[in-house]
């Protein structure tokens, strides 16, 4: 079963890269069973694929602006 979950884990960060590159939609995703609500990645994850410090995102979190 962990096995499973962690299979699940990597689908949803795969799922999550291709719409942070482009390469997916939101409407794509969830048309395909993806709940677009999970979160996915860490601040430092998140943070890095915005090429931004991990700070200025929390703050940005704490503003409300994401």
């Known amino acids: 079963m962990a096995r499973l979950a962690n299979q699940m884990k990597q689908l949803y ?4 890269t ?3 590159m482009g390469r997916a939609d939101l409407d794509g ?3 395909v069973g ?3 609500e999970l979160p996915i ?3 430092g994850q998140a943070a890095e694929l915005g090429n931004i410090h991990p700070q200025t995102l929390r703050q940005y979190d704490r503003l409300g602006l994401v």
């Open 41 to 43: 990645f860490t601040v």
């Open 29 to 31: 995703a969830d048309d």
């Open 18 to 20: 291709a719409l942070v």
């Open 13 to 16: 960060a795969m799922c999550a």
């Open 34 to 36: 993806f709940d677009i």
